[in-house]
């Protein structure tokens, strides 16, 4: 609602300022379209520095909110005793893996060669 107000009122002061704008070039009042066109540049810039402070704002807020993620997921880090432990399971089952494709090359280098 405050936003649809605020681009209303934007509307409306904008339309009012080229109104006086023309007014003023039909006049030949130079001063009153200078004023009138001052009065819209202005309001443009107050505009674009409320912007670029609000996106400064919404960066800190969101690097705050990102360094606030718990990417544990509540579990407790890992210790160095669990990882190597890790480690050495995934070597056992590696090296068990490496010896089984050993034996069933060699059976099958022996059944060739049998055949053979």
């Known amino acids: 609602m405050r936003t649809r107000l605020l681009h209303v009122l934007g509307l409306a002061?904008?339309?009012g300022a080229t109104l006086v704008a023309v007014v003023g070039a039909v006049l030949q009042w130079w001063w009153l379209v200078v004023l009138a066109v001052m009065a819209v540049v202005s309001a443009t810039f107050l505009v674009a520095l409320d912007a670029d402070r609000r996106v400064r704002?919404?960066?800190?807020y969101v690097r705050s909110q990102v360094a606030s993620i718990d990417t544990t997921g509540g579990r407790a880090a890992p210790s160095?005793?669990?990882v190597v432990g890790t480690v050495r399971a995934l070597?056992?089952?590696y090296t068990g893996r490496?010896?089984?494709?050993?034996d069933t090359?060699?059976?099958s280098?022996?059944?060739r060669d049998g055949d053979g």
């Open 13 to 15: 002061l904008t339309g």
């Open 57 to 60: 704002e919404l960066r800190s």
């Open 80 to 82: 160095q005793e669990d």
């Open 91 to 93: 070597q056992a089952q």
């Open 98 to 102: 490496l010896d089984r494709l050993q």
């Open 105 to 107: 090359l060699e059976a």
């Open 109 to 111: 280098l022996r059944r």
